[in-house]
């Protein structure tokens, strides 16, 4: 079996000038991930919440506008850490299947090459760091996905905490726990560069948030989700980062695990609203809680921000702001569940509060996902499509830029390990395939048309294949209203997937459904006579077990 040390390798010289200074030392990583933040909700990317430092980020760095997850948290963060589809690993929750014996975490690669690796929040995979898997040094693991205003289960270095008492908000301990290995890095182990793993929960339900956060949004949302979403799309086609049309409100899409209607309707009241519907259509009574919900969701974006910038201040005192590359990204579009999880709903607690339960719903995730269509869990772009910033003060030449280039969250592991000094020489152990991913580290010089000759997506019945400009999509069985054969839409010029082209090129249908069937089948086949790893199933086995 190849080892660690034989997979990475030396790269040798510097790729170009623009690179040269970052090559003297290897640069810090710093990965941040929000959790159900639709495309356009950052300032940046047209939205009208307020993300100073995460604008900050992209001033200074570039933009991609067409990057991709997999439209889910698990599979997404398995893909960021492994650079592998979902599909060959099976180390997050909702993949069927064992985890194979090639399956490796990013920290696992790094250390090797001198790195120290950390780790702060939502985790959502098989096994646990600091358990024995991943490779973290240090690991704060929020395992309760259903309470931000505490945790039943979070750890520290795979230990059990207490949980905590009054005051504890989940973004903040993010945050506080990030600062705190980073100042022991400083203090213990200056002379390694650090990798960091920022996971925040945000702004996934349950809509938790400050009151003073939610106070500043109070009346930020009154005219609706119809006009917010107009404005965004003005925004984005302004800055140049769409080139599409607005997708319109899709009534009879809505996800299949929800609570039923007249349940979810007697828990939570007369103002909520289960369809992506005209704002016009809704009741005074409708429209004020709905506004109130997008606050929430505002608030507890812009809380993330606040608690970035904290971090970020923390890596400026310790000198290493300008040899630090910041990747920002969120695990899949905003998300149209409406779910009652946790402790349940309380109709008289304040919208927002620990006793509240609320999910943003369709109206508002079709807001956040503007101008694309659908949202998390389908493989349309309102689920794939992700913000990517890439932020290296040292490393990039050229600021406030746009990068067109196709990518990937399997895309990161190689990207970061070719600016860790490192280069793949060989499959990582023998047997193994090579990684889905590709480096995007030629892309940070100049927008580059593909690094890939394919984009692989499946989930839930959804599936996907982008070939170039083109992307064949199909949505499950179990949505509502949906339509189960294939469509193909330009992406060139229809990225908002208005325009079903299937019917005019039909061969073209025939090889990519083709060729996403051969995939599909290829990737479960290697998973599964892939020898399983012992330490991996030890690890898992005190894992999560729901998604």
């Given at each position: 079996?190849?080892?660690r040390r ?11 000038a ?16 929000a ?6 909700d950052a300032?940046?990317y047209?939205?009208e919440?307020?993300?100073p ?5 992209a001033?200074s ?10 439209a889910?948290?698990?599979?997404s963060?398995?893909a960021?850490?492994?650079g ?11 993949t ?12 696992e690669?790094?250390?090797p090459?001198g ?9 959502h995979?098989?096994l ?9 040094d ?16 979070h750890q ?27 100042r ?10 650090f990798?960091?793993?920022?996971a ?5 339900f349950?809509?938790?948030a ?23 799309w003005?925004?984005?086609r ?5 080139h ?15 609570t ?6 007697a ?11 005209p704002?016009?259509s ?7 809680f709905?506004?109130t919900k997008?606050?929430?969701h ?21 000198g ?9 990204l ?6 149209s ?8 709903h ?5 919208p ?5 339960h609320?999910c943003l ?7 956040s ?10 493989v349309?772009?309102g ?8 932020h290296?003060?040292n490393g ?13 969250f ?12 490192a280069?793949?020489?060989?499959a ?7 990684f ?8 940070f ?8 000759d ?10 996907a ?15 509502g209203?949906?339509?189960r054969d294939?469509?193909?839409y ?15 090129h ?9 060729r ?32």
């Amino acid at each position: 079996m190849t080892t660690r040390r034989e997979f990475l390798g030396s790269i040798g010289a510097a790729a170009g000038a623009w690179r040269a200074a970052a090559q003297a030392r290897k640069p810090n990583v710093v990965v941040i991930l929000a959790d159900d933040m639709g495309f356009s909700d950052a300032g940046c990317y047209g939205g009208e919440i307020e993300t100073p430092n995460i604008d900050r980020l992209a001033a200074s760095g570039i933009r991609f506008t067409q990057a991709y997850s997999t439209a889910r948290c698990g599979p997404s963060r398995s893909a960021l850490l492994t650079g592998y589809y979902a599909q060959q690993t099976a180390s997050d929750v909702m993949t069927p299947g064992r985890i194979p014996d090639y399956t490796w975490f990013l920290p696992e690669y790094l250390r090797p090459l001198g790195y120290r690796s950390y780790h702060s929040g939502k985790w959502h995979l098989k096994l646990i760091p600091g358990a024995g898997g991943a490779g973290f040094d240090r690991s704060y693991t929020q395992l309760d996905e259903f309470r931000y205003f505490t945790q039943n289960r979070h750890q520290l270095d795979g230990e059990p905490l207490p949980k905590p008492g009054d005051g504890y908000y989940g973004t903040i301990a993010i945050a506080d726990y990030s600062i705190r290995f980073l100042r022991d890095h400083a203090q213990n182990h200056a002379g390694k560069p650090f990798f960091l793993y920022l996971a925040f929960h945000a702004p996934h339900f349950p809509l938790h948030a400050l009151a003073d956060d939610i106070a500043h949004y109070k009346d930020k949302f009154a005219e609706g989700w119809d006009v917010i979403r107009q404005r965004r799309w003005e925004r984005m086609r302004a800055a140049g980062l769409i080139h599409c049309g607005l997708a319109p409100l899709e009534r009879n899409m809505w996800t299949r695990w929800n609570t039923p209607d007249q349940e979810l309707f007697a828990k939570i009241g007369p103002g909520e609203v289960t369809r992506a519907v005209p704002w016009a259509s809704l009741t005074a009574e409708q429209k004020d809680f709905q506004r109130t919900k997008m606050a929430i969701h505002a608030a507890m974006t812009t809380r993330m921000d606040i608690e970035i910038g904290r971090v970020l201040k923390q890596i400026e005192q310790m000198g290493a702001a300008r040899d630090t590359v910041v990747l920002f990204l969120s695990d899949n579009g905003a998300s149209s569940e409406q779910i009652i999880r946790g402790d349940g709903h309380d109709p008289a607690a304040p919208p927002g509060s620990a006793r509240s339960h609320l999910c943003l719903g369709p109206g508002w995730a079709a807001a956040s996902n503007a101008p694309f269509r659908l949202y998390k869990s389908w493989v349309h772009e309102g689920g794939i499509a992700s913000p990517l910033i890439v932020h290296w003060p040292n490393g990039l030449a050229q600021p406030n830029a746009l990068r067109h280039t196709p990518c990937h969250f399997v895309d990161i592991v190689p990207t970061v390990l070719e600016l860790a000094g490192a280069r793949i020489q060989a499959a990582p152990v023998e047997g193994a395939p090579g990684f889905d991913g590709r480096s995007l580290v030629p892309a940070f010089e100049k927008d580059i048309a593909a690094v890939h000759d394919f984009l692989y997506f499946s989930h839930y019945g959804h599936r996907a294949l982008r070939m170039g400009d083109w992307k064949l999509v199909s949505t499950g069985t179990g949505f509502g209203d949906v339509f189960r054969d294939w469509e193909l839409y330009d992406m060139a010029r229809d990225r908002s997937e208005q325009v079903n082209l299937a019917g005019v090129h039909p061969d073209l249908v025939s090889r990519m459904e083709a060729r996403w069937t051969a995939l599909d089948q290829e990737f479960i086949r290697r998973r599964e006579n892939a020898p399983p790893s012992t330490q991996r199933l030890l690890a898992a086995a005190a894992g999560p077990k729901s998604g």
